[in-house]
T-cell receptor, first 113, second 115 residues
């Protein structure tokens, strides 16, 4: 079983739609959770952290369910510029982890006019 | 802004060649990482380093080695390139510590083709 699993998509949605991505992780000792975004032919960049209480950044909402080992990202009012691959990222703390991130394979989103 | 620079965007090498991929960061970060990214497999960690001359194996270190002689520079070495090492290689850096260590800054990537 992969450490971090995502539905690869692709998700094709019209502008203005609401879309949600899910991610599960296998290691219950995982400590920190993030969503990174990768535009086509570009490097990944941090989109937002995911906190236990849930957090929102504009049109983006991230949720964490530790009991189910599940992370989600909700995008409201999708824009063309939201088209990208969204990477679910999990990290362990301590030992030799030193900020070692484990990436999901990514979910491809295409927003069309 | 943090800048992570990879020496080449595209490389074409022949099977058996020794290949060097160079990465330089300008933010005095302690941690540096090398990943490869393949369709359907996502980013996989090859090696990382949390200090000069220190290195740790990642998830797929076979066929690779690394060198970190200076804090700002982290090199990935393919001793004898093989066709299954054709991939996109991404370098990243991060601060040490619980907070900063979770945010990695990536270079633009090197697309390596081994023929």
């Amino acid at each position: 079983r992969k450490e971090v699993e995502q539905d690869p998509g692709p998700f094709n949605v019209p502008e203005g739609a609401t879309v949600a991505f899910n991610c599960t992780y296998s290691n219950s000792a995982s400590q920190s959770f993030f969503w990174y975004r990768q535009d086509c032919r570009k490097e990944p960049k941090l989109l937002m952290s995911v906190y236990s209480s849930g957090n929102e950044d504009g049109r983006f909402t991230a949720q964490l369910n530790r009991a189910s080992q599940y992370i989600s990202l909700l995008i409201r009012d999708s824009k063309l510029s939201d088209s990208a691959t969204y990477l679910c990222v999990v990290t362990l703390i301590g030992g030799t982890s030193y900020g070692k991130l484990t990436f999901g394979q990514g979910t491809i989103l295409t927003v069309h006019p | 802004d943090v800048k992570v620079t990879q020496s080449s965007r595209y490389l074409v090498k022949r099977t058996g060649e020794k290949v060097f991929l160079e990465c330089v960061q300008d933010m005095d970060h302690e941690n540096m990482f090398w990943y490869r990214q393949d369709p359907g497999l996502g980013l996989r960690l090859i090696y990382f380093s949390y200090d000069v001359k220190m290195k740790e194996k990642g998830d797929i270190p076979e066929g690779y080695s690394v060198s970190r002689e200076k804090k700002e520079r982290f090199s990935l070495i393919l001793e004898s390139a093989s066709t299954n090492q054709t991939s996109m290689y991404l370098c990243a850096s991060s601060e040490s510590g619980l907070e900063g260590g979770n945010i990695q800054y990536f270079g633009a990537g090197t697309r390596l083709s081994v023929l």
